[in-house]
């Protein structure tokens, strides 16, 4: 676990807040109300996954917790400090130090190698070239994908996935946010994956909320929440009148 992320977890009990939370989130799209009055509280060291059929917002919430989506009203307060009210500067760097992403392609950047691609992401936080790089190393090294000079483009989805997550983990970022991690992955793969994402808020404390459409994956997380009508609620059962 970082030290930044056990500086965090050791003040669970205190006043200090959980690294990610939504509260009295609501969104218009169109003529339409898609997030109403939604709240969402992750505490360091635990994972949600979030679930509910295509177009109910989970993407939308994510944005909205990365400071790319600025919601109608409500706060999302990430590390301390509630996105909405920060300038778009201020916004970048709280997201650049405290928030990971993990996209479900990826999103590398094909031509550069393994080590190039997660320590660009320290680089462009502010770490000295030699920290980002060591760091890029051992996180690839801890999360397995074999360092070559080989260009990210050539390795296969699932080494790509994590070369993505250890670029999301460069910043110690103290949320980490995955939007369909595993839904390019067969299912071999898929399960490597989980484990190594599952496994982030024991090892580096940070809180961890990943979308997904995969019940099989949604059931590996601490709490599973499903998006409907623009609120989270428990998951409802099949044959569950509403
Ligand atoms: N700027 C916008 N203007 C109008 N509609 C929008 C806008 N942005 C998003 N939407 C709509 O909001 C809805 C929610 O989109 P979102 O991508 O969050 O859904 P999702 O739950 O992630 O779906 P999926 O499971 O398919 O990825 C969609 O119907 C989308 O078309
Ligand atoms: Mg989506």
């Known amino acids: 676990m970082t030290a930044r992320n056990r500086r965090l977890r050791s003040t669970e009990n205190s006043e200090v807040t959980a690294p990610l939370e939504m509260s009295g989130v609501s969104h218009i799209v169109g003529d339409r109300m898609l997030l109403v009055d939604l709240e969402l509280t992750v505490e360091s060291g635990t994972s949600v996954a979030v679930t509910g059929p295509s177009g109910s917002g989970k993407s939308t ?5 990365l400071g790319l989506i600025r919601p109608d009203t409500g ?9 909405v009210g920060l300038s778009a500067g201020q916004r970048a760097r709280h997201r650049r130090e405290h928030l990971g992403m993990v996209f479900q392609f990826g999103e590398l950047l094909p031509e550069l190698s393994p080590v190039e691609n997660v320590a660009l992401a320290g680089l462009l936080a ?10 890029a190393e ?25 070369v993505a997550v250890a670029r999301a983990l460069v910043n110690q970022p103290a949320v980490l946010l995955a939007d369909e991690p595993t839904g390019a992955l067969d299912q071999r793969i898929r399960d490597q994956v989980c484990d190594i994402l599952f496994d982030l808020p024991g090892t580096h404390g940070c809180a961890l909320v990943v979308v997904t459409h995969d019940v099989e994956v949604a059931s590996r997380a601490d709490r599973r929440l499903e998006l409907w009508n623009g609120v989270l609620r428990e998951p409802r059962e099949k044959g569950d009148t509403e």
């Open 61 to 65: 919430v994510l944005m909205c917790a």
């Open 75 to 83: 706060v999302v307060s990430v590390a301390g400090r509630d996105m």
């Open 126 to 135: 502010g770490q000295g070239r030699r920290v980002a790089f060591e760091r």
């Open 138 to 162: 051992e996180l690839l090294e801890e999360l397995k994908v074999p360092v070559s000079r080989t260009v990210t483009g050539r390795l296969s989805g699932g080494e790509r996935q994590r």
